[in-house]
């Protein structure tokens, strides 16, 4: 039977698809509250009583923790951000932005410390299956009928015009409406699917006698149609490299009988993906499909975007060890004379941020403060590495999970390289999550050697 603070843990995640911000005005700044704070926070009070009422298990799987590389990696590079927030061009900026790093860090502990007690792996498998026909489904409607049906923000938020970047796309010379799910922005859709299919399309190929394995099916398939209606290239190119991630360890992953054979439905998904866009791609205005609808007074994407590397050069350029503080790239571009930023550019363009994770590091946390991260990604690929490892003949059915996983957290990183979606409210919690089931199958395998 589930506990309260199951079916919490399980409310926040399935919370991360409703971005809808609660604005708070304070010291002249825009505070965004979202409803996953409020399940996060009960889940930490539910925790905390818990173990004040010694309640429950005292560790997961009666196991010693131990800190890993991971950890170490988590509290370097969360210390480091600290340091830079404080030293940077504008420490109530770095404030508001560092609410969005916190909540991945809560999302880690909690999960770090309790993923095999309080959540466990074939329930949030299930959970995210689940999501995922719900939001596909919203999607398919979105791109049938030409229409953002679903799109909370829409419904309760702030409204997304036909001006705002990335709500079409062009093709043979008509604008298509590119679906967003519960999401306001398609990209944030194609790297939440990216997250979800690789760890779903480990589910579908695995032996089941329970009839509702077709639900795995559906999600897989439906999740894919998705993501080729969100119109994101960059989601197409992660989701496929997350897929050949997988394909590539379960060729030296022993195959004992509860596969099945042979691998039919992941060859299945990822031919329905490759042969839907290849229609897609069909057609005399193959260039056209390129061409989405972003800054108009700007050359389409290619400007766009080099405009930001250039950006990010000069603040790094002249702020390399600590940075301008998280959350400060606009203020930098904007505010900081000596920058050989274009004016105009500056001046009629709303700044974001670079649409790269590592650039975007090394402009706010400094050269430092981007090394760790690289080295908190290296320590989370090689934690899944090293478990997989030496799960695969002791417990194959979870080293297959984790292929799944890993193959989310490599696709999601691919896709952070050209997408500025890495810290969105439904993006950061899930590459944590991801981190923190890394870190507890390394702890769980320490502890069985």
């Not at 005292?58 to 404080?86: C, H, M, P, R």
């Not at 560092?98 to 095999?116: E, H, I, Q």
């Not at 050949?244 to 993906?273: C, D, E, M, Q, T």
Request: with cysteine; charged share 10%; hydrophobic share 50%.
């Amino acid at each position: 039977m589930f506990k309260i603070e199951t079916i919490v843990g399980y409310l926040t995640i399935i919370s991360l698809t409703v971005s809808l911000g609660l604005n708070v005005y304070y010291g002249g700044m825009r505070w965004r509250i979202y409803p996953v704070d409020f399940f996060l926070l009960s889940l930490y009070i539910l925790w905390a009583a818990k173990i004040c009422f010694h309640m429950g298990p005292s560790s997961s799987k009666g196991e010693v923790f131990q800190f890993n590389g991971i950890d170490l990696a988590i509290l370097a590079f969360y210390i480091w951000v600290v340091i830079t927030s404080l030293k940077g061009i504008n420490a109530l900026t770095s404030a508001n932005a560092m609410v969005s790093y916190l909540r991945g860090l809560l999302f880690y502990f909690y999960f770090r410390a309790n993923f095999f007690k309080e959540i466990r792996i074939n329930r949030l498998v299930n959970v995210m299956t689940w999501l995922v026909l719900l939001e596909s489904t919203i999607a398919l409607i979105q791109v049938m009928t030409q229409s953002r049906f679903g799109s909370l923000n829409d419904y309760f938020g702030e409204t997304i015009h036909y001006e705002y970047a990335n709500t079409h796309i062009r093709i043979l010379h008509t604008y298509i409406l590119r679906s967003v799910g519960t999401f306001h922005n398609p990209n944030v859709l194609a790297d939440w699917l990216v997250f979800m299919l690789p760890v779903i399309s480990i589910r579908c190929i695995l032996k089941n006698s329970n009839k509702m394995e077709l639900k795995y099916v559906l999600a897989l398939i439906l999740g894919a149609a998705a993501l080729i209606s969100s119109f994101s290239r960059s989601g197409w190119a992660s989701i496929m490299i997350a897929f050949g991630v997988i394909w590539l360890f379960k060729l030296r992953y022993p195959v004992p009988n509860i596969l099945k054979s042979p691998h039919r439905i992941g060859i299945i998904g990822l031919a329905l993906l490759l042969v839907s866009l290849i229609i897609i791609l069909m057609g005399d205005d193959l260039i056209k499909l390129i061409e989405i609808v972003r800054y108009r007074i700007l050359d389409l994407n290619l400007k766009f975007r080099s405009n930001y590397i250039a950006m990010s050069k000069s603040i790094i350029m002249q702020f390399p060890i600590f940075g301008v503080g998280v959350g400060n790239f606009s203020n930098a571009a904007i505010y900081v004379d000596s920058l050989s930023v274009t004016k105009t550019f500056a001046a009629r363009e709303q700044i974001s941020g670079v649409h790269n994770i590592f650039l975007l590091a090394a402009v706010e946390t400094g050269i430092i403060g981007c090394v760790t991260l690289c080295v908190l990604f290296f320590q989370v690929i090689r934690g899944y590495w090293k478990s997989i490892s030496f799960l695969k003949y002791r417990s194959p059915i979870e080293g297959l999970f984790l292929i799944g996983f890993l193959g989310s957290f490599i696709g999601a990183l691919v896709n952070a390289n050209f997408e500025l979606t890495f810290w969105h409210v439904s993006v950061t919690p899930w590459v944590f999550i991801l981190a923190a089931i890394s870190s507890s199958y390394l702890n769980h395998t320490m502890n069985m050697k």
